[in-house]
């Protein structure tokens, strides 16, 4: 794998919109695309003519903003909007988990009182795959030629920060725990997109989707406005634009070099395969065990008993 001063530092992307050709006919949804890299992400595949759709919220009214555009169309993260938008397209071909949130102020809680990194990078995205995922199966099965068919899961430098066992389960409620450590619980939630790429990908492989979790670089954005001043001041000088970070979702998106044997994988700053760290992938056996009821079973009842109980928490962290 690529070291960490590699990620940090990556050489120059390869794969750009100079790349990708006419995306005319192809449906996209970019969530988190207000600004940053989702903004970034989402100018690119309208400006190759994609029918654009973006889940973002405005920072002053809380709601769904509106670009002047026939094809470029928004909606809040919720369970309505996707309802409304499976009434208009017959299609889905590329859906990017892109929405985040980094390190916001202690006890920080959603409407229904879980964690909100939590809730904004692990549950929400769970809940929107799952009201999707019918219209991408479609989708892949009518597609004349393979692989075009894609979910894209925002993780991150995922070699550092991360803590014991990736995610820290509470063993009497199953929920994740809440790390006093800011960096650490943010870096959970992160850990938790590797392993929902992961399991999207074991359980739409066989029917045409490629789930894949991407590391986007180290990009000045919205991300780091919880940061400390002076490590806001660092990163504004270290870090990258935006655009960056979209080539990097750019390839995970949209790259003829992703194939059904890349299912599941890790792509790195700015368009490059990686490996997802050894930590991480033992973290997630170690996590279901500590959800009840997947204890004392495995196999194919265990994994429908955690698609149950992930369904039933994300569903109500949705309300």
């Given at each position: 794998m690529p070291s960490t001063f590699s990620q940090a530092f990556p050489p120059a992307p390869t794969f750009t919109e100079k790349n990708v050709g006419n995306l005319e006919g192809k449906v996209f949804i970019v969530t988190g695309a207000a600004s940053?890299?989702?903004?970034?992400?989402?100018?690119?595949?309208y400006g190759q003519n994609g029918h654009v759709y973006v889940a973002a919220r405005s920072s002053e009214a809380k709601v769904a903003w509106l670009l002047c555009s026939s094809t470029w169309r928004t909606f809040p993260p919720s369970r309505r909007p996707p309802?409304?938008?499976?009434?208009?397209?017959?299609?889905?071909?590329?859906?990017?988990?892109?929405?985040?949130?980094?390190?916001?102020?202690?006890?920080?809680?959603?409407?229904?009182?879980?964690?909100?990194?939590?809730?904004?990078?692990?549950l929400g995205p769970f809940l929107l795959n799952h009201l999707l995922e019918p219209i991408l199966i479609r989708t892949a099965q009518a597609q004349s030629?393979?692989?075009?068919?894609?979910?894209?899961?925002?993780?991150?430098?995922?070699?550092?920060?991360?803590?014991?066992?990736?995610i820290q389960f509470d063993e009497k409620s199953g929920s994740p725990k809440v790390l006093k450590n800011a960096m650490q619980n943010y870096m959970q939630s992160k850990?938790?997109?590797?392993?929902?790429?992961?399991e999207a990908a074991k359980r739409l492989g066989r029917q045409g989707v490629i789930s894949m979790s991407v590391n986007p670089g180290l990009m000045k954005t919205e991300l780091q406005r919880h940061s400390p001043k002076m490590q806001s001041v660092i990163m504004g000088i270290l870090f990258k634009p935006p655009l960056f970070g979209a080539y990097s979702e750019l390839f995970a998106a949209l790259s003829p070099?992703?194939?059904?044997?890349?299912n599941g994988g890790f792509i790195i700053p700015w368009g490059r395969f990686g490996d997802i760290p050894s930590t991480s992938r033992k973290g997630s056996s170690r996590?279901?065990?500590?959800?009840?009821?997947?204890?004392?079973?495995?196999?194919?009842?265990?994994?429908?008993?955690q698609n149950v109980i992930s369904e039933v928490w994300c569903m109500r962290a949705a309300g």
């Open positions: 940053g890299v989702g903004y970034e992400l989402a100018k690119l595949l309802m409304n938008f499976l009434q208009k397209e017959d299609r889905l071909d590329v859906l990017v988990h892109n929405a985040g949130v980094m390190t916001p102020p202690a006890d920080s809680k959603d409407k229904l009182g879980h964690d909100l990194e939590m809730a904004t990078n692990c030629t393979p692989d075009h068919v894609r979910i894209v899961w925002l993780s991150s430098m995922i070699t550092a920060s991360v803590p014991p066992g990736g850990v938790g997109n590797l392993f929902l790429a992961s070099n992703i194939t059904a044997k890349h996590s279901r065990r500590a959800v009840p009821g997947l204890r004392k079973s495995s196999g194919a009842g265990a994994r429908r008993r």
